[in-house]
């Protein structure tokens, strides 16, 4: 799949539905109950490949990152500190599918601006192996993000 401006075309067609939908419909982006029902709505817009990473994504919950539970199951990003946000579902999947190659039991990642640590703990669900070890180190520049990550991840 070509990216153009770091965005592939599956998020790119994903983010212009919703706005687009927005503007048609004149409602708020879409928002859900829970991680089940966000996910499932992803699905079935064919936007997640692999049920490895459906399964982890689910076990890992948004709204433990998140500071406003009204948006922890909507479609776009969400405040989780002061300024930096929780990156959209629809980010997440794209990189996990991307990845999903090096995301086996044993790997060794590393996140270089660790945001929330929602993506770190998703992939430390993935890596991790009591026969293989496996782990997932971050670093963030943002001392309040680090801060948050660090919480969040514990």
């Given at each position: 799949?070509?990216?153009?401006?770091?965005?592939?075309?599956?998020?790119?067609?994903?983010?212009?539905?919703?706005?687009?939908?927005?503007?048609?419909?004149?409602?708020?982006?879409?928002?859900?109950?829970?991680?089940?029902?966000?996910?499932?709505?992803?699905?079935?817009?064919?936007?997640?490949?692999?049920?490895?990473?459906?399964?982890?994504?689910?076990?890992?919950?948004?709204k433990d990152?998140?500071?406003?539970?009204?948006?922890?199951?909507?479609?776009?990003?969400?405040?989780?500190?002061?300024?930096?946000?929780?990156?959209?579902?629809?980010?997440?999947?794209?990189?996990?599918?991307?990845?999903?190659?090096?995301?086996?039991?044993g790997g060794?990642?590393?996140?270089?601006?660790?945001?929330?640590?929602?993506?770190?703990?998703?992939?430390?669900?993935?890596?991790?192996?009591?026969?293989?070890?496996?782990?997932?180190?971050?670093?963030?520049?943002?001392?309040?993000?680090?801060?948050s990550a660090?919480?969040?991840?514990?």
């Amino acid at each position: 799949e070509k990216v153009e401006e770091g965005i592939s075309k599956n998020a790119s067609r994903a983010i212009l539905e919703e706005i687009s939908l927005q503007n048609v419909t004149g409602t708020a982006p879409r928002m859900f109950h829970s991680m089940d029902d966000m996910v499932a709505h992803i699905q079935a817009l064919g936007r997640i490949e692999t049920q490895k990473i459906r399964k982890n994504f689910i076990a890992v919950d948004r709204k433990d990152f998140s500071f406003s539970p009204v948006h922890s199951y909507s479609n776009l990003g969400t405040i989780f500190g002061v300024g930096p946000i929780l990156s959209s579902p629809w980010f997440h999947f794209e990189a996990l599918e991307r990845i999903r190659g090096a995301l086996q039991p044993g790997g060794k990642v590393l996140i270089v601006g660790a945001g929330s640590g929602y993506l770190a703990c998703i992939m430390a669900r993935m890596v991790r192996s009591e026969s293989e070890g496996g782990h997932v180190d971050i670093t963030e520049r943002d001392k309040s993000s680090l801060v948050s990550a660090e919480y969040n991840i514990r």
